[in-house]
T-cell receptor, first 112, second 115 residues
Framework: SQKIEQNSEALNIQEGKTATLTCNYTNYSPAYLQWYRQDPGRGPVFLLLIRENEKEKRKERLKVTFDTTLKQSLFHITASQPADSATYLCVLGTDSWGKFQFGAGTQVVVTP | NAGVTQTPKFRILKIGQSMTLQCTQDMNHNYMYWYRQDPGMGLKLIYYSVGAGITDKGEVPNGYNVSRSTTEDFPLRLELAAPSQTSVYFC??????????????FGSGTQLSVL
């Protein structure tokens, strides 16, 4: 069956360091992958999208890699700040409209 | 722009009661979705709609109904509430220019408890 795995344990990191989150998937061939941020009591907010033919995408302090051979995406937050504390969701998409698979998310806690 | 607006924010239901979760968007998006989020689980699709008058089931539709009479509104109806429907519900919308560029815009969620 299709499976998406994100670290269930919270990632505790010191301000200024780089946070790296992992998203692994099995039995799935996504056309693209997205990362969303979710704060407590709020809905997810879109951050980045990377397509299957792209290796890396950047947006400000965020970087995403996508390795379709390893079936893995890495999400990096460089120079992390306490305001980056949130849960980050990995979402796989196909070339069919509206077909998404969500990971359970990884909580990031950045301490001063 | 308000984006995607959900009401109510919180609700407690007794077993067997019914209610409607409201969702409206002002971005003229064709696609709208209802998801539920349970602790430690990824969001699960309940129902979705590709336009006014068109709806379809997602992964977990049992116990729910939807309608889409306008582009803006996509209410979710719970009939005969059960404890298994205790969850956080999110409405989302999208207007994909192409299938590989579809981003979701979410509402702030409805926390529902069925006791």
């Amino acid at each position: 069956s299709q499976k998406i795995e994100q670290n269930s344990e919270a990632l505790n990191i010191q301000e200024g360091k780089t946070a790296t989150l992992t998203c692994n998937y099995t039995n799935y061939s996504p056309a693209y992958l997205q990362w969303y941020r979710q704060d407590p009591g709020r809905g997810p907010v879109f951050l980045l999208l990377i397509r299957e033919n792209e290796k890396e995408k950047r947006k400000e302090r965020l970087k995403v890699t996508f390795d379709t051979t390893l079936k893995q995406s890495l999400f990096h937050i460089t120079a992390s700040q306490p305001a980056d504390s949130a849960t980050y969701l990995c979402v796989l998409g196909t070339d069919s409209w509206g077909k998404f698979q969500f990971g359970a998310g990884t909580q990031v806690v950045v301490t001063p | 722009n308000a984006g995607v607006t959900q009401t109510p924010k919180f609700r407690i239901l007794k077993i067997g009661q019914s209610m409607t979760l409201q969702c409206t968007q002002d971005m003229n998006h064709n696609y709208m979705y209802w998801y539920r989020q349970d602790p430690g689980m990824g969001l699960k699709l309940i129902y979705y709609s590709v336009g006014a008058g068109i709806t379809d089931k997602g992964e977990v539709p049992n116990g729910y109904n939807v309608s889409r009479s306008t582009t803006e509104d996509f209410p979710l109806r719970l009939e005969l509430a059960a404890p298994s429907q205790t969850s956080v519900y999110f409405c989302a919308s999208s207007y994909p220019r192409q299938a590989t560029n579809e981003k979701l815009f979410f509402g702030s969620g409805t926390q529902l408890s069925v006791l």
